[in-house]
């Protein structure tokens, strides 16, 4: 089993930045770790996914600008960097980790519980 614990999370103005960490432990596929989102009411949405080595990424088309991904292999962490961030970016933000790259949920089999981001002025 493979567990994943987000931090980072918390409530800031429009145009600051945040950034998300997810620390993977234990035994089972992790090739890649993902990031998604979640808004109040809505579907859990892609953000963005790297493999283990940081060498592959893939970023959603609308956060490109704003949003980076990045890991630390020898800390088993990966980072989700938010700057500039907008309203629109609040929602619990997902940590999940699977065996090949994927922009679906259902292409990540485990999953953290997830940290809030909360953009309000």
């Known amino acids: 089993q493979v567990q994943l614990v987000e931090s980072g999370g918390g409530l800031v103005q429009p145009g600051e930045s945040l950034r998300l960490s997810c620390v993977a432990s234990?035994?089972?596929?992790?090739?890649?770790m993902g990031w998604f989102r979640q808004a109040p009411g809505k579907e859990r949405e892609f953000v963005a996914t790297?493999?283990?080595?940081?060498?592959?990424?893939s970023i959603t088309d609308s956060k490109k600008a704003r949003f980076t991904i990045s890991k630390d292999s020898d800390k088993n962490t990966a980072y989700l960097q938010l700057n500039t961030l907008k309203p629109e970016d609040t929602g619990v933000y997902y940590c999940?980790?699977?065996?090949?790259?994927?922009?679906?949920?259902?292409?990540?089999?485990?999953w953290g519980q997830g940290t809030q981001v909360t953009v309000s002025s």
């Open positions: 234990g035994r089972g596929f992790k090739n890649y």
């Open positions: 999940a980790a699977g065996a090949a790259l994927g922009v679906h949920s259902s292409d990540y089999p485990y």
């Open positions: 790297i493999n283990w080595s940081g060498t592959i990424t």
